[in-house]
């Protein structure tokens, strides 16, 4: 087995390598259109509410959240990686623990609160083509969030992330 | 000319094969598959077999098998203890690397074709 010591090339080849990893984490042609679709389902929660009162409010969130997971299922399953969100993972490593592409992950979480929000006061005062319109933005928004998510996560694995 | 080297090195990731899988695993996905990591690491099945088992004997790293019908997968992930150690080799690496740089730099060939 080579020996580190013997290779002065050894973090240049490390580099090489997670240039070659970093690679493989391109999203297959459905991912994007289905993220759109993911959070045109949330979109509709709003709507929903007003509009079909039998409709479970819920049951559109975890319509959504299916979607969602699917989709980092087949991105794992295509790219050999998986690098989905783990909120669970903060009650063993602690609120700060490293976790690349987290800002991209707080901004959709933010513009996920504001749309929904802006939706419904939009609907109570009646104006319901402004709410369409700002539930289209958004799903615009959050794909290109969830893009810039990937592109974080990328070039985390290109810099060598924590132990860069 | 190691002077300025101050962190320690891990013996056990030392090998280039060990600290590749450790250096592409703690790089920031969560679970690398084993097929993406061999081709990453530009080695063969049999060799990130064996290497696996021993960082996960090791405590290094975690290694999940499953299936995908009845294609079998097996996922791979750094530890916490792993990646405390792999950041402390990088440090060593680096710094060794500071050093070697630092000493061929001082000899450079001088204007009259003596070494500085």
């Not at chain 1, 090489?16 to 959070?39: E, F, H, K, S, T």
């Not at chain 1, 989905?84 to 933010?110: C, N, S």
Request: net charge positive; proline share 5%.
């Amino acid at each position: 087995m080579r020996d580190v010591a013997r290779d002065p090339a050894a973090l240049e080849l490390l580099r090489v390598q997670r240039n070659r990893l970093a690679d493989r984490l391109r999203p297959p042609w459905w991912y994007l259109p289905g993220a759109a679709i993911a959070w045109a389902v949330g979109g509709t929660g709003e709507f929903a509410l007003r509009y079909l009162p039998r409709v479970d409010y819920w049951a559109i969130g975890v319509a959504q959240l299916a979607v969602w997971c699917l989709l980092q299922w087949g991105l794992a399953r295509a790219t050999g990686l998986k690098v989905g969100p783990r909120p669970l993972r903060v009650l063993r490593d602690g609120l700060f623990y490293y976790r690349p592409g987290r800002p991209a992950l707080i901004a959709m979480f933010v513009v996920s609160l504001a749309v929904g929000e802006t939706e419904f006061l939009l609907i109570r005062h009646g104006r319901v083509a402004a709410a369409i319109v700002v539930a289209a933005l958004a799903v615009v928004t959050q794909v290109v969030l969830q893009r810039t998510w990937l592109q974080e996560i990328r070039q985390a694995l290109r810099d060598g992330g924590a132990a860069a | 000319m190691t002077g300025g080297v101050t962190a320690k090195p891990d013996p056990f990731i030392h090998p280039i094969t060990r600290l590749s899988i450790c250096g592409l695993l703690a790089a920031g996905a969560d679970w690398v598959e084993f097929a993406a990591l061999r081709d990453a690491a530009g080695i063969s099945d049999s060799v990130l077999s064996k290497q696996s088992v021993m960082l996960e004997d090791a405590g290094y790293v975690e290694v999940r098998k499953g299936a995908v019908g009845r294609r079998p997968r097996t996922w791979l992930r750094l530890t916490a203890q792993g990646r405390q150690a792999l950041e402390g080799h990088l440090a060593w690496l680096a710094q060794l690397e500071e050093a070697v740089s630092a000493s061929t730099g001082s000899l450079t060939p001088g204007p009259g074709g003596g070494v500085r």
